[in-house]
């Protein structure tokens, strides 16, 4: 008897160690906490809560509804971003005319003026057009550039342009002292009675 009895003290103790061991892991429900018996409310150990102390499940339960609902705004804020910065890209243009481009070389603007000259360099590197504002080449105010790659888009810019007023919009750059601007599509640039005002 007192032999069965210990082996029945020893598998009860054997028994009962592992519940304490794991009364913390094997104990946690799926949000990674657990009652707690002795002093009371509810603990986490694990997951998004883990560390945390609440009076309640139903407690902890609003806390982590609270972060996956905190969770979308900075997919809100970054989806609003890019457009804040594309306002911030895109101010409006100053409208120029051929002659006071020179002053305003590295700036995004309209410049205007009439197409005193035009010509199609096809021999020339890149195969450029040029539309010259004002006062014909090698005299012009302003050069419009519109390299052979984008030539095919403009139709025949040289014929459909020379003589007319246009507006064009895009970065002033400066070529050899004259200030020029390379255009790429054909929205960019407009007879002066299409522009509006």
Known sequence: MTRNAGHTLLLVSLLATPLV?????????SLGCHHNRKAG???????????????SKADAMKALE?????APEPTKQQSV????????????????NAVEAKDHVGETAVVCGKV?????AEGSRGSPTFLNLDKPHPDAIFTVVIWGSERDSFGQPEEEYHGKDICVTGRIENYDGTPQMVVANPKQIAL????KP
Do not use: W
């Open 116 to 120: 005193a000259s035009a010509r199609y």
């Open 41 to 55: 409310g509810y603990h986490c150990h694990r997951g998004e809560l883990a560390g945390r102390s609440f009076s």
């Open 21 to 29: 061991a794991s009364a913390h892991g094997g104990g946690l429900d």
């Open 81 to 96: 971003e890019p457009k804040q910065e594309e306002k911030l890209t895109t101010p409006a243009r100053k409208t120029l």
């Open 66 to 70: 609270g972060k996956k609902e905190a």
């Open 192 to 195: 002066r009675d299409e522009k």
